[in-house]
């Protein structure tokens, strides 16, 4: 052996050892090369994977699909046979070779051939998923809220921040495709179109009541206990959990605040996320909260019904949420205002109906006309929001919203509830993450974990 031949050997033994990533450069290998796409993992294979993220990222060359993980296995099967169709479908593609799959998380973050994962289940799994997988050294796309609590949102951003991890939460109205006017509208705020800006109008929907509590057996494809993760014991309904005959049906957990807080995180943290960006606060939160609502008093479903939230933020804007305003978010200036929705469309088809009408309105035409010059603030594009996350992968910069800007989204939500839940004003403090004088609030800025699930037993262990 020549020294030339001993030098390839020990480099392609190097790669065979899994020393260098596996996404290898595409001068070694090609850029059709399948050890040259980014290898991703769905872990949740229901409604917001089949309707949006599976789809999301399969479309772009640059991934593939190679597992997908459930703990009801119709649904892994389903999502398997999602995926093979299409890869099998498209010209040119390198193979229709089988998609692996996986009834456990852990499973899938030992595969030393996976790249990132996204995940894309019940809110109550968010917080653990991306810890657990930025751990493992993979990269995240993670469905929002990030965290049910404020204390799981802060462990998760600084987890993905010392690991850094590149990231991508649900926050699609950040990117142009297909909502445009989200990014148009905060630039027009943030470069004083409407004048100072004091106010914030933010319209969210509400869910029903109900839900059949009454206990039934579990189905053999659905590993309950896990399911349930690291929230208390429960008995098993359908209601409780996901249709079992359908998968495009909206969920029962969406409505249980064990497993959702309801539309004050389910819509709330895609409006709040606006709201932030729009008046450059993202990295902070409220100084002063205060809110109503009410909430059932029987059956199964148990999150807010209709509401009033006030929020007071450092630079003396005054942020509010109710359920009698349109669905969107409203900047109102000394100037003028700006409302942004997304008009009659939806994400999925089972999403609670939206504004109809303009997706974006001002109070003069002058302001929407106008036009944003070279020297002033111009907010991240993206043109596509899963592609946006894939060339984060690649170049490691950062995506359109990073772990500590989805934080302060999904924390803004959370301090609401809390503030829906006792029903008089807290006062804040955004830098030490507490509220001012009130122990009881403060006791809700975390909830116990059962074991060996949660946040807090994975920290343990590691």
């Not at 809110?291 to 450092?314: C, D, M, Q, R």
Request: charged share 20%; aromatic share 8%; glycine share 8%.
């Amino acid at each position: 052996m020549n020294r030339r031949q001993f030098l390839q050997n020990s480099l392609f033994a190097t790669i065979g050892a899994a020393a260098l990533p596996s996404i290898v450069p595409v001068s070694l290998l090609g850029k059709d090369a399948p050890s040259n796409k980014i290898h991703i993992a769905q872990i949740g294979c229901g409604r917001i994977a089949h309707e949006m993220d599976m789809p999301g990222i399969i479309k772009h060359d640059m991934a593939r699909i190679v597992a997908v993980c459930d703990l009801d296995s119709k649904r892994a099967a389903h999502a398997k046979q999602f995926v093979e169709d299409y890869y099998s479908k498209q010209a040119g593609a390198p193979g229709a070779s089988s998609v692996q799959v996986f009834a456990n998380y852990h499973d899938v973050l030992k595969a030393r051939d996976m790249d990132a994962v996204a995940i894309s289940t019940p809110d109550h799994w968010h917080a653990e998923l991306v810890i657990a997988a930025a751990l493992a050294g993979k990269d995240v796309y993670v469905q929002k809220p990030l965290a049910m609590t404020v204390a799981e949102g802060r462990t998760v951003a600084n987890v993905l921040r010392s690991k850094k991890r590149a990231f991508q939460i649900g926050s699609q109205q950040r990117s142009d495709s297909p909502w445009p006017q989200f990014r148009r509208a905060c630039e027009l705020v943030r470069n004083g179109r409407i004048g100072k800006l004091h106010r914030i109008q933010i319209g969210l929907p509400t869910d029903p009541a109900g839900g059949d509590p009454t206990e039934m057996p579990v189905p053999p494809n659905l590993n309950y206990e896990m399911w349930l993760g690291c929230t208390p014991m429960a008995p098993y309904t359908e209601e409780r959990v996901h249709p079992q005959n359908s998968i495009k049906d909206r969920p029962g957990w969406l409505r249980i605040e064990s497993y959702c807080l309801g539309m004050i995180t389910g819509w709330g943290s895609h409006h709040v996320d606006i709201a932030h960006w729009g008046m450059n606060t993202e990295l902070t939160g409220p100084i002063q909260i205060e809110g109503t609502a009410k909430f059932p008093t029987s059956g199964l479903w148990n999150v807010h019904g209709p509401y009033h939230i006030e929020a007071k933020y450092a630079n003396g804007v005054t942020v509010v949420f109710d359920n009698k305003f349109d669905n969107g978010v409203r900047f109102e200036g000394s100037e003028g205002w700006v409302f942004v929705s997304r008009g009659g469309t939806k994400a999925t088809a089972s999403d609670p109906t939206v504004t109809k009408g303009k997706p974006i309105a001002a109070s003069s035409p002058e302001i929407l006309e106008s036009k944003i010059g070279p020297k002033e603030i111009h907010l991240h594009s993206s043109t596509d929001h899963h592609l946006d996350w894939l060339q984060s992968i690649r170049t490691r910069k950062p995506g359109s919203t990073n772990p500590e800007q989805a934080h302060r989204s999904t924390s803004a939500c959370i301090l609401g509830w809390i503030a829906m839940k006792l029903g008089r004003k807290l006062r804040w403090d955004p830098h030490k993450e507490k509220f001012v004088g009130d122990a009881e609030a403060n006791a809700m800025l975390s909830r116990p974990q059962r074991a060996p699930y949660g946040t807090q037993n994975i920290l343990k262990r590691v």
